[in-house]
C-alpha cells in the first residue's frame, strides 16, 4: 500500500506569494494532519481535519488555511508568504480509531523555501 | 499547555555501544507519548508508543524505551547502535484524544552521530 503521499517536493516561492501544498493519505485513512518543521526545530502542529471538518488548529496565524476533500485528501495554503515560513511541511494521516489509538503516520514532506 | 524537553541536542555514540536519548514531558494527565526518527531530507517514522500497561514499550529496529511516571521522562535505549541509526529522534507527547484535534507536541529532538 502507498503511504502518505505529499506534492511538491520542493518549492521556491518569494515573500507576498501565496502557496498550496497537497497530501494524499493512506487509504482507508480519513484524518490529516499538517505540521510545520522548521530547520533544527521539532514539528509543530497547525491542523488536523476529520471528515472534512477542522478538528484542531495549533497557534498559526490565519495566512495557513487548509481544507479536506470527500477523498480525504488534503490542501494547505499559505498566504502573503513570509521568510520565516520557510520549512518543511509535514502531513500525516491516521485512522481516528478511537481515544488514544491515533498513531501518526508522516509523509516525506514538502520542503518551503521563501525568497 | 504540554511540553517535551530533549536535553541533549547531539548525542555520538560508537558502534555497537549502548544508547539512551532523554525526553522529559510536561502534561496534566496519563500522557500519550512517541518517538519518531528522522533521516535526512525524510519524514517521520514511528519507533514506538507508549499509551498505557506496561511501563516498557518495545519498538521497531531494536529500541526500547521506559515511561516513568515519576519523572515524567520516557527514555529511548538501544543495546547495540549500528551506523544506519545515525538520524534525527523527536520525542512527542499527544493530548488525550492522542494527538487529534490538540496535535502531538514535539521535543526540538536529538541528533545522534555514529562513531566508526
Redesign the interface.
Given at each position: 500500500d502507498a503511504g502518505v503521499t505529499q506534492s511538491p517536493t520542493h518549492l521556491i516561492k518569494t515573500r507576498g506569494q501565496q502557496v498550496t501544498l497537497r497530501c494524499s493519505p493512506i487509504s482507508g485513512h480519513k484524518s490529516v494532519s499538517w505540521y510545520q518543521q522548521v530547520l533544527g526545530q521539532g514539528p509543530q502542529f497547525i491542523f488536523q481535519y476529520y471528515e472534512k471538518e477542522e478538528r484542531g488548529r495549533g497557534n498559526f496565524p490565519d495566512r495557513f488555511s487548509a481544507r479536506q476533500f470527500p477523498n480525504y485528501s488534503s490542501e494547505l495554503n499559505v498566504n502573503a508568504l513570509l521568510l520565516g515560513d520557510s520549512a518543511l511541511y509535514l502531513c500525516a494521516s491516521s485512522s481516528l480509531q478511537g481515544l488514544g489509538a491515533n498513531v501518526l503516520t508522516f509523509g516525506a514532506g514538502s520542503r518551503l523555501t521563501v525568497l | 499547555a504540554q511540553s517535551?524537553t530533549q536535553p541533549d541536542i547531539h548525542i555520538t555514540v560508537s558502534e555497537g555501544a549502548s544508547l539512551e536519548l532523554r525526553c522529559n514531558y510536561s502534561y496534566g494527565a496519563t500522557p500519550?507519548l512517541?518517538w519518531?526518527v528522522q533521516s535526512p531530507?525524510?519524514?517521520?517514522?514511528?519507533l514506538l508508543?507508549y499509551?498505557?500497561g506496561d511501563t516498557l514499550v518495545q519498538g521497531i529496529k531494536g529500541f526500547e524505551a521506559e515511561f516513568k511516571r515519576s519523572q515524567s521522562s520516557f527514555n529511548l535505549r538501544k543495546p547495540s547502535v549500528h551506523w544506519s541509526d545515525a538520524a534525527e529522534y523527536?520525542c512527542?507527547v499527544?493530548s488525550?484524544?492522542?494527538?487529534?484535534?490538540?496535535?502531538?507536541?514535539?521535543?526540538?529532538?536529538t541528533h545522534l552521530i555514529i562513531q566508526p
Open positions: - | 517535551v500519550y512517541f519518531y531530507g525524510q519524514g517521520l517514522q514511528l508508543k499509551f498505557s523527536f512527542a499527544g488525550y484524544s492522542g494527538g487529534g484535534a490538540d496535535g502531538l507536541t514535539f521535543g526540538k529532538g
